[in-house]
Each structure stands twice: as C-alpha cells, then as structure tokens.
C-alpha cells in the first residue's frame, strides 16, 4: 500500500461531477420545459458563439455510455444533477417521463457499483418561476422543497446521498448580480434577496429529506474561496482579502454553521436589504443540520486595494459587458501572480485547497462534525485529437495531480475529507463559453458525440484503483 492510500480513510470516494443542463440535452423533449438557461442563451450576446444545451452531450439518450464511462474510470460515486424543469416542468405538476429519467440512470450506476450523488439544483431554476420573480421571491424556496419531496420520493430508495444547492454564490452573484450567467439579472439588491432564499431552500428542504429519511447523507456544494492579501504588509490588501472572504464565503458559512449572517458583510452591504427578508426562524432554518459539506475549489485569487497594471484575464469575451459579481466591490483587485492559467485564465494553486480545507476543518466543519468533500475540481485545457485518435492532456493530470495532492496533505494535517470529484466527467457545456472550453476526463466530439477517454482518465482511473496518490507523485 502506498503511504498516500494510508492517510486517505477508509472509503473514500474517488468521483466525478457533471450538472443537468450541461450534459443531458433533450431540453424540449419528454415534457420538459423552459428553464432560465434555455432562455439565456436565446439573448444574443449572452453565450460565446450563441451555443446552448438543447443537445449538450446528448446525455439524456446516452446515459448508458456516461456510465460505461465511469466505469471505465473506476468511479465509486457520480456526482449529477436534476433539471428542475424536466422533473416539475415550470414548478408544475410531476413530468413523469422526466423522474423516470433519472430513475433509469440511477440504476444503470446502481448496476455499474457507482453510487449516485445527486444535486437538486445546479442553477436550471424553471423558467416559469423565474418569471414568478425567481430566487428574489422567498415563495421559490417553498416550491424547492416539494421539488426536493417529489424527486426523494422517486430515488430516495436508491439514492443515499443527496445535495440540495450546487454554489448558490454563483446562483445569486452571477445570475442576479452582474448578469453573467442565468437569468442575467442585474440587481444587487435582488442578488442579496437570492442569497437568503437560497440558503433558507437549502435549510427547508433539509429538514424535509431528513424528515423523510433518517439514514440518507445530506449536503451543499459550495465555491469558497482563497484570498491572500497581494502585499500582506498592506493594510488596504489585508481588508480586501477580508471583504472578498466575507462576500464569498463567510455569507454562506457563517448561516449556515452558525445561524447568522457575518455582522461585517451586513454593514457593507446594508443599502442591499438582505435583512429585510430574513424572518424570525429563518436562521434557525437555513441551520438545520447536515452531514457533507461539498467543497468547489478551482484557483484562490491575489486582491489589493490597488487596481493592478495588467488584469486578469478570465471572462469569455461576449457582447453583455460584466461588472463584477460582488455586492461590495469598491476598492478590491485581483492581482495576478504570475501562476501558470489554465484556458480558462485561472491560476493553478493547488495549496490554496489544503488551506481552505484545513481552515474549514477548524472554524466551521469540524466544530459542527461535518465531513467534507472536494466535489468539483478540474481545469480547461486546449484539448487536440492526435493523429492517432488519442488526447494527451498533460497539464490537466499535472493539474489533477497537484490537487489530489493538496487534498491528502490536508488530510495528513488532519481535515476530514471523504471524497474526491473531477470536474468533470466530460467535456460539456462550459454556460457563458458555451462548448468552447474543455474541462471533461473524457473528450468529446460535438458533431459525433463521440466518447474518448483522455490520457489524464487513464492516469485517474489508476488514481482511484490505488485510491490515492503514491507520496512521491504529489507535484
Ligand atoms: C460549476 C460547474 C462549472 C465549473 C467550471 C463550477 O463552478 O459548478 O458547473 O462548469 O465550475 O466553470
């Protein structure tokens, strides 16, 4: 056994992710309807090159050869997750051609030995109630938790483990905030609305499934953040690291492990009204306990008071100009550092996720007894078919490498992480770059939709045999 399989616990989980309406396509057929990426990306300008899910990676037909896929990576558990708009089309009645959709892929895992994780809500809310005033309106946080009922009701002898929001940051910031991503709102004043409305889904809906079901494994994924003052010598730099870490992830912990929003976030953002949506109980709610927090790590950012000379670049290039997505942006920059990018201009910083873990370890999930999980990390790549029918994608098994490496040095320093999940299992559709970024293990041609393993699968597949990284491998 190598010594990297010894500090992993027993039974980890060695995974990978994909999202609804980024792989399954069929997005009219069977009954499903409208959610607000359908109409998204029908609004010229608001995905690179006006690409959509209607077909995406066909997954809706092929979930068999997705299967077969993970199989083929030795995956213990595949993390996916449901339309809303296929399962309840607008917030409706139940599509039963839809839940019977889901039921067939989770015994296809079932029968493959992959447990199915599955997500509630990974940003496809139905249109309909998008028109209903969306995540702003409290009454959509209510209509998730039916959603959750009628989906647990179909799988929840099947499914055992079950995450209700996937980075509701994102939902909120990018949707409601500066617009980038579905419904393309521009208001931080809905954002902030979203953000508690998101979060008291979260709580209800959790209190619900475990209603339900005594012995199921509850979780939320969320997109936290490193933030390293640029010049830990200037006080300006100190504070914006502090503000970007209040925005980004205290606004989503601190209710959630603690029952109150961080009273430094709430006197920033006062002039936004978040607490006038918050009612009596609603803390208290969004603090239901639960078992996995999922953890979504792609690159820590640099930030200073000071614009830098050169910006980073990490926007797809499209007609709707983006603002940033934070509620209070004034005087915080990201600074680049002169890390390798990724295609998405990201920079590579594995250590930031053996920080974050190890601090999540002492201030949050540790104190509650809550495990974790690293459910999404990955990276793009400008990914070629060789002559021979081969990807050989050396950067993303470096990349890949490089986490699972920080992950087990943040197990050996004691964090309590029980899984690890590529982002993604294949190339999808990347939402506002649209088909034109790759973050897949496996590659796939649009035109065929053909399936090939990339050399970093092969490399993974090996990983999640051995189960874990042999120490000298860690780069
Ligand atoms: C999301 C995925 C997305 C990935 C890469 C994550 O924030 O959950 O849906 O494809 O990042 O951008």
Request: with cysteine.
């Amino acid at each position: 056994m190598t010594r990297a399989a010894s500090v992993l616990p027993p039974g980890f989980v060695w995974g990978a992710s994909t999202a609804a309406y980024q792989v399954e396509g069929a997005a009219h057929l069977e009954g499903r309807r409208d959610s607000i990426w359908d109409v998204f990306c029908r609004v010229p300008g608001a995905v690179v090159d006006e690409h959509d899910g209607e077909v995406a990676t066909d997954s809706y037909f092929r979930y068999a050869e997705d299967v077969a896929a993970a199989r083929a990576l030795n995956l213990g558990a595949y993390r996916f997750s449901a339309s809303w708009a296929r399962v309840r089309p607008d917030g409706g009645p139940v599509n039963r051609a839809g839940v019977d959709y889901y039921s067939r892929l989770v015994d296809a895992l079932l029968e493959a030995g992959i447990a199915p994780w599955l997500t509630l809500y990974h940003w496809d809310l139905p249109q309909a109630i998008e028109e209903q005033g969306g995540w702003a309106e409290r009454s959509t946080a209510y209509r998730f938790v039916d959603y959750a009922a009628t989906l647990h009701d179909a799988l929840g002898d099947r499914v055992r483990v079950w995450t209700t929001l996937n980075e509701p940051w994102c939902s909120a910031f990018l949707g409601y905030g500066n617009g980038q991503h579905a419904p393309g709102r521009r208001d931080a004043r809905a954002a902030m609305a979203a953000v508690h409305h998101l979060l008291l889904a979260h709580g209800l809906a959790t209190t619900e499934l475990r209603r339900q079901d005594a012995t199921a494994t509850l979780a939320i994924s969320l997109n936290l953040d490193v933030a390293d003052p640029a010049d830990p010598a200037d006080p300006g730099d100190v504070d914006a690291a502090r503000r970007i870490d209040g925005q980004w992830n205290r606004l989503f912990l601190d209710p959630l492990f603690r029952g109150e929003y961080p009273a430094d976030v709430l006197a920033q953002t006062a002039h936004l009204g978040l607490t006038d949506h918050v009612r009596d109980g609603d803390l208290a709610a969004i603090a239901a306990p639960f078992d996995v927090l999922g953890v979504n790590y792609y690159h820590g950012q640099a930030v200073s008071h000071r614009p830098p000379p050169t910006p980073l670049h990490g926007l797809p290039s499209l007609a709707r100009p983006v603002t940033s997505p934070l509620p209070a942006p004034e005087g915080i920059h990201r600074v680049p550092r002169g890390l390798p990018q990724t295609a998405m201009g990201w920079e590579v910083q594995p250590e930031g996720l053996t920080r974050l873990l190890l601090r999540l370890q002492e201030e949050y999930t540790g104190p509650a007894g809550v495990a974790m999980a690293v459910t999404e990390t990955g990276a793009a790549y400008d990914d070629v078919v060789g002559p021979d029918g081969r990807v050989d994608d050396p950067e993303r098994r470096a990349f890949l490498a490089a986490h699972v490496g920080a992950v087990q040095d943040a197990v050996a320093s004691g964090a309590d992480v029980r899984g690890f999940f590529v982002w993604s299992l294949l190339d999808n559709f990347e939402w506002a770059w649209g088909y034109s970024r790759r973050f897949g293990l496996v590659h796939v041609d649009y035109a065929t939709q053909q399936r090939t393993l990339k050399t970093s699968g092969e490399w993974f597949a090996q990983v999640a045999a051995q189960g874990g990284l042999p120490w000298e491998e860690r780069s």
